[in-house]
């Protein structure tokens, strides 16, 4: 079958194509390069606001360490590890206490921050000076809720009805108590809105009963004040439950004893963590029970106050707070972590890539250094930065933000396969075949347009769009020229058969004209010699197939047993000699054309004659039955095989082709002509292998 030569467009065709496909990648890798940039922009400016807020944060810090509280927490790191109940004595950030100012003590403690609060209101303070010649003292301040003071009158040995309170101090293996009755210096309460304040003046022992004719301790020096106003703002009486404030200077020999024991003082004392100090407050006994106790600073769970490690929620992922003690015996005294984040997850190629992009100009990691200047020392603060967890941050953001680049990828992806499959690839189908049919019609060697035609077909891009309605409006205009183109090449093809058919029905007349006329001395003979080869012109030029499918036949009573035995007495003179039939006595009816029927015989006469036996004769015989009359023609010779005996009637179909190759009147039309005409006389053909030799035989409808 013929193909189409499909030509090779110029670059100009593939303009439009071209361009669409540049923009939709143009497209695409804008998309990416803008994803890109956004993500460096971000991580510039997160980098920059990290930077800012680490300097922020150190600040704060700095500056939370400079307040009393914070220089509370650097003068006592290990405050919260060594426990807060029962009270641990702190070094404040002053060198000593102004106890017999209410006002000054509870600033001084309220700035510091040393107070522990208790869930019942109740707080607290043992600490010490920070200048070592303010003396051994041990500070006590703190408050608690209780009604009216009652004082303790001089000469009383019994406290059970006034407020005393009990000091008890546990250090180097050794505790000492001390009982210090409240000593009112005003009148007793009367009326709402009258203070109270009074000594606590300090006996050694722990007992609810004085020793007779103890003295009170000299450098035990206390005071209680009790506020006019009611902590139940709702009650307004003489008798409601008031804050209380004490203040207590408690000596302790053994811390100035240390400090004249060297050539210079100690301070704080190295065992300060170890020393415990527990302090009662009692009120006075109703009935016939026990004092109440109004506070027991080893009682409850308190808050402790503000210490190193308060620091670290202030730290954000990867940073660390380095607290360092300079001067001599320099060291550290804190290091903080900021706690991992638990943000979301990331994917591990956005973290890469996000690693990957570089920010000119902000380093990766820094520090932010602070000197702290306290009464014991200067402490150095460094904060040091991690931009890993930045980038971390970033990271799950991208993560998050990379399912709508993806997204808009997707769609643009899905809009260009769209536009190229369902329109771009149709158009350039229907390019391509419309310029190879467009070549070929044109002219091409060794092709027919007819058959270049015929090749195109567009009836595949078929559609309701505008493009399938132009393809199906032209595959409707090439379907009705390839209809025309086809009825032509028939009517050729038919005109081609009809002449070639009249020219080998002709050519078995001419060939028996020259039997009768062989001599070349006879003047006809030239000119059947001539009528012959322009015969034969006509005869190559086409198959006779449709032709002779196409003719039509007279069909009439014939008498065949006469018509077999003339045509035996003259078949010599078609060149086929030996031709032998026993005529019947009467006569045989048939429904036939006597010349194309004639035709058939010649022509299985002369395939007998090329096959048959030399010296054998070929036998004609007549069977006739009531409908049918069947003549055998037999002759002897090699068996047709049984491959060729199944399409020797066809057309075109020789049992010696390279022969028939060299003969321009052996083409293998014989037997198909043939079985033709005794188709079109209502009658068959057929063949068959028999002992010797082979039998054709030809059946006839009989005649009324």
Excluded at 266 to 285: K, N, T
Aim: neutral net charge.
């Amino acid at each position: 079958m013929l193909k189409l030569a499909k030509p090779r467009l110029p670059l100009a065709a593939f303009r439009g194509r071209l361009i669409f496909r540049g923009a939709f990648l143009l497209l695409i890798i804008a998309t990416l390069s803008l994803a890109l940039v956004l993500l460096k922009e971000e991580k510039r400016r997160s980098y920059q606001n990290y930077r800012a807020g680490l300097a922020k944060t150190q600040a704060e810090i700095a500056a939370r360490l400079r307040h009393p509280a914070g220089q509370l927490a650097l003068l006592n790191p290990a405050m919260r590890s060594a426990g807060m109940v029962p009270l641990r004595p702190l070094v404040l950030p002053f060198s000593a206490l102004d106890f017999d100012d209410q006002n000054k003590v509870q600033q001084a403690v309220e700035m510091a921050g040393c107070l522990l609060q208790y869930p019942d209101g109740s707080s607290a303070c043992a600490a010490v000076g920070s200048n070592p010649y303010a003396g051994g003292f041990l500070y006590l301040a703190g408050s608690f809720l209780s009604g009216p003071l009652i004082g303790r009158e001089r000469g009383v040995l019994e406290l059970d009805n006034v407020h005393y309170a009990r000091v008890t101090l546990t250090m180097r293996g050794e505790t000492t108590q001390w009982t210090a009755p409240f000593e009112s210096m005003d009148a007793p309460i009367t009326a709402p809105g009258t203070p109270a304040r009074g000594r606590l003046t300090g006996f050694v022992g722990g007992g609810p009963m004085l020793i007779k004719h103890s003295r009170p301790v000299r450098d035990f020096r206390g005071w209680l004040w009790q506020s006019a106003l009611c902590a139940d703002p709702a009650l307004d009486s003489a008798d409601c439950t008031r804050r209380a404030f004490f203040s207590i200077r408690l000596p302790v020999d053994v811390f100035r004893e240390a400090l004249f024991a060297g050539p210079r003082p100690v301070w704080p004392p190295a065992d300060l963590d170890s020393v415990q100090v527990r302090i009662e407050m009692f009120g006075p006994r109703s009935g016939g029970g026990e004092a109440p106790v109004l506070f027991d600073s080893n009682a409850g769970n308190p808050t402790p106050p503000f210490s190193l490690g308060d620091l670290a929620p202030a730290l954000q992922s990867g940073e660390t707070l380095r607290i360092r003690r300079l001067g001599a015996g320099a060291h550290d005294i804190a290091l903080l972590r900021g706690a991992d984040d638990a943000s979301e997850p990331s994917a591990r190629w956005i973290s890469r890539l996000v690693d990957r992009i570089d920010v000119p100009g902000v380093p990766a990691s820094g520090e932010e250094r602070n000197i702290i200047s306290t009464a014991a020392g200067n402490y150095e603060v460094a904060l040091a930065g991690d931009l890993r967890g930045v980038d971390r941050g970033i990271a799950a953001v991208a993560t998050r933000l990379s399912t709508f680049v993806a997204a808009m990828l997707g769609a643009i992806v899905l809009a260009w396969l769209v536009i190229e499959l369902g329109l771009i690839r149709r158009i350039a189908v229907l390019t391509r075949r419309a310029a190879a049919v467009s070549r070929n019609v044109q002219g091409m060697p060794n092709q027919s347009s007819e058959a270049r035609i015929t090749e195109l077909d567009v009836s595949d891009l078929r559609g309701s769009d505008e493009l399938g309605i132009l393809a199906g409006g032209l595959s409707d205009l090439l379907d009705r020229v390839k209809i025309d183109v086809r009825r032509e090449q028939i009517r050729a093809q038919q005109e081609r058969d009809l002449w070639h058919a009249v020219g080998h029905e002709i050519m078995s007349p001419l060939q028996s004209l020259m039997v009768l006329h062989p001599g070349e001395e006879d003047a006809s003979h030239r000119y059947i010699q001539r009528m012959q080869q322009a015969v034969r012109v006509l005869y190559g030029t086409a198959s006779p197939s449709e032709a002779l499918q196409a003719a039509t036949l007279h069909v009439e009573a014939l008498d065949l047993n006469a018509f077999l035995a003339n045509l035996a007495a003259n078949a010599h003179f078609a060149g086929v000699a030996d031709v032998r039939y026993q005529a019947m006595e009467a006569p045989v009816p048939v429904r036939a054309d006597e010349f194309p029927l004639e035709d058939v015989v010649t022509h299985i006469l002369r395939n007998a004659d090329r096959h048959r036996a030399s010296g054998t004769p070929i036998v004609l015989t007549l069977e006739a039955a009531e409908s049918t009359a069947s003549v055998t023609i037999r002759n002897q010779g090699p068996c047709i095989e049984q491959t060729l005996m199944e399409r020797m009637f066809e057309y075109g179909v020789s049992e010696a082709r390279e022969e028939a190759s060299r003969s321009t009147e052996r083409r293998g039309q014989g037997l198909f002509v043939a079985k033709t005409y005794m188709a079109k006389m209502g009658g068959t053909v057929s063949a068959r292998n028999e002992d010797g030799g082979v039998s054709f035989i030809l059946t006839l409808q009989r005649a009324a």
